[in-house]
């Protein structure tokens, strides 16, 4: 499972695989395009979010959402 962390920080709930947290990045404004396994890029994720695999399953509050905005 894999999750979307800010720092130490989890966001969100625990995906199945990476490409779940990357859509769910993408659909929350958080990324303007997902990164291609052959393609030479630099960061996608704004400073300081990353994805990570994690060991066990986390559900957010059910009105929680990621933010649309980085400050």
Do not use: C
Request: net charge negative; charged share 25%; no cysteine.
């Amino acid at each position: 499972m894999y999750a979307l962390f800010r720092g130490k920080t989890q966001l969100g709930k625990t995906y199945a695989s990476e490409k779940e947290v990357w859509e769910a990045a993408l659909t929350e404004g958080l990324v303007s395009d997902v990164p291609v396994a052959d393609e030479v890029g630099g960061q996608v994720l704004p400073a300081g979010y990353h994805v990570q695999e994690v060991a066990e399953n986390y559900d957010p509050q059910p009105d929680w959402k990621l933010p649309r905005e980085i400050s």
